[in-house]
């Protein structure tokens, strides 16, 4: 038997860390404990977070929005600032496993256990999200960029947790987009996705671009050289078809059960070339993007 | 373990270790055997219960995550004798084969329907998506979650 702590507080949770070093802490469940059950990890006891009240929930700022870790995908998806100014967010977090899964997978989960393929982490990095990470010591803030090491692997030391993730509000970007590719709509891995925002001209014209891809490489993949490649362009089957091909020289995917790496490739690029298709539909979102 | 928790409707307390899993509990400590197990890892939804109204996997949840909780499993959701409406639709539509994965699918139903009381058919199959059934009775499923939508809900019914 493994006891399972249930802190409510700051307090109660670093008393608990203090005694039980080697605790595994979890909030949703739905990584952790499977892996406990497969064998994988064997921890001592365990941490749940879902009660921690500072880890729930969305706070807005002037100019920032605050999504405690705990915070399911369910909450996330639903919340009207959210909805509002991050809807590249709100497409990954919609398309995450299944409803039970999101009403019980946390966004700080989803961050921790850095999946390649976790399907809020490309939104998280164009949108230059930075981690709230505590402990009994302090706080401190850093790039999501810098949080996530490896694939599994991020920057948290004995005695931190993740708290919760920051984001910046910028209404510029009127183009929103996530696509994934899975063996199946729901309950998949991805094989390969996509997030992107753009700011595109009355033109047609594509001024600014921020794209992040899941599932080709060992963390999220960003490919300045692609951005750079479709910025001051008309976004046009052309432009993207040409950038398609640094994106294929750009991953490292691997292969596994799911898809090869050479497929992988292949959707890597096609994702970008259906942008065009995709930023050419009807505006229907309050802030000018499509959600 | 003590805790403290509403099953179906019933405050009760259970004395159990604090890490045993939720879908044991009900199957085995409390022989409420309608809720099922199948994969055991969050994929297949068979273990589906609602807490405080929210579809979630048993499987995937410990006895400490109870606390405090209003839990439906599938035996809460008729009134005696008088099924609930989903699962009535369920009997109407023969949306029901093997069985097995009825449960998860009715509960994820319900809570489908609370979110959204009139689901287009692309709604309800995400809804549902969380539950497999490997008799892929599908159809039926999805024409009995729709037949069930558009019943009038009880506030409907009084005015």
């Known amino acids: 038997m493994r006891n399972v702590f249930l802190p409510r507080t700051f307090e109660d949770l670093w008393e608990t860390l203090e005694k039980e070093p080697d605790a595994a802490l979890y909030a949703g469940g739905t990584d952790l404990l499977v892996k406990i059950r497969a064998g994988c990890v064997d921890p001592p006891c365990l941490v749940c977070l879902e009660r921690l009240h500072a880890l729930q929930g969305i706070r807005e700022e002037p100019d920032k929005v605050f999504i405690g870790a705990a915070t399911t995908h369910s909450r996330l998806v639903e919340h009207p600032a959210i909805r509002e100014q991050f809807p590249v967010l709100v497409r990954g977090a919609s398309v995450l496993g299944s409803p039970p899964i999101r009403h019980m997978g946390t966004i700080g989960g989803n961050i921790v256990t850095a999946s390649p393929a976790g399907d809020t982490l490309p939104a998280l990095y164009v949108m230059d999200a930075a981690v709230e990470v505590r402990s009994a010591a302090g706080t401190r803030i850093l790039p999501i960029r810098e949080f996530i090491l490896g694939p599994g692997t991020v920057d948290l030391r004995k005695g931190e947790i993740l708290c919760g993730v920051w984001l910046n509000k910028n209404l510029e970007w009127n183009v929103h987009h996530y696509e994934k590719v899975g063996r199946r709509k729901a309950q998949a891995c991805s094989v390969a996705s996509l997030a992107a925002v753009l700011v595109v001209s009355e033109t047609f014209e594509t001024e600014k671009a921020r794209l992040a891809w899941g599932s080709v490489g060992p963390t999220v993949v960003t490919l300045q050289e692609v951005e750079d490649a479709i910025v001051g362009k008309q976004l046009s089957n052309e432009t993207l078809n040409a950038a398609s091909t640094l994106v294929q020289h750009g991953v490292s995917p691997i292969d596994d059960i799911r898809a090869s790496a050479e497929y992988r490739r292949y959707v890597a690029g096609a994702l970008l070339t259906r942008l065009a298709d995709y930023a050419a539909a009807p505006i229907v979102s309050m802030n000018g993007s499509r959600l | ?159």
């Open chain 2, 1 to 159: 373990m003590r805790i403290d928790f509403k099953l179906n409707g019933k405050a009760i307390f259970i004395d159990v270790p604090p890490d045993r899993r939720v879908v044991d509990i009900m199957r085995e400590d409390l022989r409420l055997t309608g809720t099922k197990e199948s994969c055991g890892t969050g994929d297949c939804g068979a273990c589906t219960i609602l807490v405080d109204g929210e579809s979630r996997l048993s499987c995937l949840m410990l006895a400490v995550q109870l606390q405090g909780r209003d839990i439906t499993t599938i035996e809460g959701l008729a009134e005696g004798d008088s099924l609930h409406p989903v699962q009535q639709a369920f009997v109407e539509h023969g949306a029901v084969q093997c069985g097995f994965c009825i449960p998860g699918m009715i509960l994820s139903a319900v809570d489908l329907l609370d979110r959204t009381p009139k689901p287009g058919r692309k709604e309800i199959r995400e809804g549902l998506s969380g539950n497999l059934c490997r008799c892929t009775g599908y159809q039926k499923i999805v024409d009995a979650v729709q037949a069930a939508s558009s019943l009038p809900t009880k506030d409907e019914s009084v005015s």
